[in-house]
């Protein structure tokens, strides 16, 4: 099978070397390199972008980024009407709005930088075409093409918007928030400044409440993520073996009762084990009822037993989809080799240990990650059940509080925007270590002729 | 049939008795289990029945039923107006299925079959991207769509299925493992006879592409409805567009609690019945990911 | 025929006309309004729509089209400056967002005749609630406070005057666990919340000292008592329904639920008082405003801040109680209303009893320190032996942002 070379075009600075004087006009005015070979249709295509781009910064651009340094200066202002008998208000600047056009207005400039670079380096494109062939490709050419060698870019262009318009934007700005003073101390809600890194300093230092709340957290969510993963993991692999054993009858119907739970929707199977675990819910009720204890349990009012209530409640809601997984590759995994192991004299806890969980792990080990990950980040199991308390630590977060929930009191409830950003950013920051730790150490673990 | 029956029953008579004892016990373990596991389900759809009100009862099993809370629901417009969140939740969520599936079906085919420069650093972008607290964006995206002016009036339907699908193009995962099992040499002989790429795309891999893509669809459509805090955030004053989610997280404010507790588990029944036959109908697909993965 | 057309043509002219005189100078501009759903509900009577359709037909110099959002009163200091341009003209908040709703810029300075009238009008205590440096910025509609309920059959009206009298008699279900029903019982002993009257923003939160190690102890062993529960209004109520609890505290949202479960047995009582340490002490609620306030870059002030004054008046307040059971809090109304056990109650509480809550934003470092001590107490962690320093702690950590 011959692998083919895809055509991706020549680097921006080549064609600037190579090209001749319409590549580098074409940098200035765009769409001018197309014009001249007589590729007309993307020639003014080039052009009226280039005019939306200019007016805009020409119109506002400018004012917006000139904005952006200071974040504005100007208070609201207030005048007594005596005839009227009442004041009126003129609107200041909010720092909040001049933060977002700025964003805005610097994603239009880098979209702008990247039109330019297809300007060149289409003219240049165009160029090589004339001398080879005479004539540069036209307009319905181009279209063709973008139906078949170039269809990456005709169905990645919408989804790729997308993603940077409502995820990749927001994010920009809402991590932007973490070099300010955007936070309702101090009264920086409506005109903040820019404060460098301060934040980060305080985060991440041993001293002050803020650094010693930070690392206590942190602590705690490293803890939780392993515990979440292996237990889910390893419990979910348990019981789809036990279901998946040959003497087992009504095989789908245990999977589907278990499976059942992950139906119901979280938040709302979340909220009602909050208020089952009360100390006036109904477990405590029924047990007492029953007259098995005396005092209601401490499920979430005693830090360790919250702890490990979330934990075993992050159990229920994560182990249906782990027993769908591993009962989906226990089932193919080929006979032979259990087989061949029944005729050696294997007993079934050396098969496990040779065969099953190699195998497992083996193919699962992408799965695991994106499991730490995502439990990292999972925000529902903990501040819908304990809401992260018993215990307060520091006077924003609670004990059983991961980053994510902190960063949600932070903001949500608080105001604290600014310190907010930066555990998000602290987030991230921790993820990404933990990733590249688990692919450097799952690389090295996946050898493949080990396994065979 | 009589004759299985018969081999059936010989073979099980066959077994060592202790044996037959540890299979019963199996099953009885597993039994009891499945019962713990349930409870919580158990407990909702009683407590949807129940006929005293209030978030707090002395009791496990309720001592009186009724109806009552589900008629609430459909009835009492005071503070909830359910029908009306339940029919705002099921336009977003068609929409968003529609849009999100395409998205996915897009990026994932893209990433699979086709060759380019920039394949590599897109999908480790998107891991990245990936890595970020998922609400971060959250408020920052209620800015851009007053910028937008989305934020009032039937354009925040807009605003809500751009939010929710918006960023589907990175859970393309199970779709693309499931575009790396078929055989790429469909894809050449049908190029040999002269098929562009998008012809290929729509003629040959769509009509295999059935099962991964009721599997987007159905995923999609069921994550408006578990989504609380996004809606909210959207939604502000305008109750006239509110979801679901938001409606019942509101229902266990203290001012409501006592006499809307019931209501929120009937109401948690209802909404359950579409997402959990939707996700039981689409389990089987999500073990496609990993088998597919060893078998190519 | 032709004549009847002529009177018919005459006819419509002359309506035309009058119309036309009607409509001349009335200046026609649109109002957004802002209340919690209910207030906007038919089947409760429509509070704030029928209010305002009465004001557009008492202003005949101006035809206001209205249109309404939902915000709660606890939501409004979220919503409001979030998107001023998009926010109400008028809408009901609560008094404890008033520094988040200054800080941003959000509210109307009241002034001139608009302040005397609300002066003049209200008590005294609430629209100091509404006072943010020295500037008033809205008007009360009605009270934020808590009390008690308790079944008559059990308590007499001299049992509810002090808490250990009725311990000895039935349970009592008392929030521990929620800062905002804890701060009763430090207040009871001279603890202060940002100085003596609550308006000294550098003093802070003391709670510490020997005053407030006695409040603790006293927690300590109440919690020992058996009637003595802690639990939330919204499961006391449960508690109550099946008999397990004769007396509760809450505010007035639960007020109609209770009637039905006591039916003639309904009583409602002021905050009773505790023995601290040999002296008898009355437990104190904090109380704030909710109230009607007037965006400050609404385009008709004038026609805005009459809207609120009379979204406020003494028939709206009185239809507001009918409808929806909102403590009336207008002079007046005060005295006609004091036959009604709750408004009596709940007058008696803001007048004598309560603290009026500050909005600083200092106050937001309280909740949760206390909520982790009001359990801590529950669950017997705080004993005699580690009060003080649990107390001390505990006032530290309430000055602080932690942050």
Redesign the interface.
Known sequence: MKKKAYNSGTGMLTALRKGSLWVWLSALIWGLGNLVKRQFVKGMLFLAAEAGVVLFTVQSGLYNLDKLTTLGIVAQQKVWNDEKSIFEYVDGDRSLNILLYGIITLAIVVFGLLLLRASVKSAYSAEQSWKKHGRAPTFEQDIKALLDERLQFSLLSLPILGVIAFILLPLIFMSSMAFTNYSVLDSKLVLFDWVGLKNFARTLSMNGSLGSTFWSVLGWTLVWALAATFSNYILGMLLALFINWKEIRLKKFWRFTFVLTVAVPHFVTLLIMRQMLQPNGAINVLLQNMGWIKEPLPFFTDTMWARITVILINIWVGVPYTLLQTTGILQSIPQELYESARVDGANPFVTFFKITLPYMLFVTTPYLITSFTGNINNFNVIYLTSTGMPRAVGSTAGDTDLLITWLYKLTIDNQYYDVGAVIGIMTFVTLSIASLLTFRFSGSYRNEEGFR | MSRQIKAKKSAWQKKPLHKRIGIILAHAVLALFAFLWLIPIFWVILTSFRATKGSYSSTFIPTAFSLDNYIKLFTDFSVFNFPQMLLNTLIVAAATCVLSTFFVISVAYTLSRLRFKSRKPLMNVAMIINLFPGFMSMIANYYIFKMLGWTNGPLLRLAMIAVYSGGAGLGYHIAKGFFDTIPIALDEAAMLDGCTKWNVLKKIIMPLSKPIIVFTLLNSFAGPFKDFMLAKILCGPNKDYFTVAVGMYQMLEREYIDQWFCSFAAAAVIISIPVASLFLTTQKYYSIGFSGSVKG | MSKKLTALLLALCLLLGTTAAFADGAESFTLRV?TP??DQ?P??GAWVNTLCDEFNAAHPEWDITFEF???SES?AKK?V????E?A?DVFLFGSTGLE?LC???AL??W????MKYVQENYPETLVNCLIYADGLYGVPITTDTYFMYYDKSVFTEEDVLSLDTMLTKGKVAFPLGNGYYLAAFYLANGCTFFGVDGKDRAAGIQLGGEKGVDVTNTLVDLVKNENFI??????????M??G?CAAYICGT??AA?TKEVLGDNFGVAVLPSVMIDGVSCQLRPFTSAKAVGVK??TEH??AA?ELACFLASYDAQKAHYEKRGYVPCQNELIKEMANDPICMVDAKTVSEVALARASY?EF??YW??A??MG??I??GIVTHENAAEKTETFTQ??N????
């Open positions: 802002w759903s209910e509900n089947d409760l959002g939902v915000s939501d919503l400056p979030r998107d001023m998009a109400a988040t800080q941003a810029n109307t300075e002034g001139g005749k608009y802690v639990a939330e209004p919204s499961d006391a109520i449960g508690m329904r099946e397990n949202w639960q639920q400050s870059t002030p004038v801040l934003t937001g470092y949760s320190p909520e982790s359990n801590e529950r669950d950590a309430v602080n942002p932690g942050i």
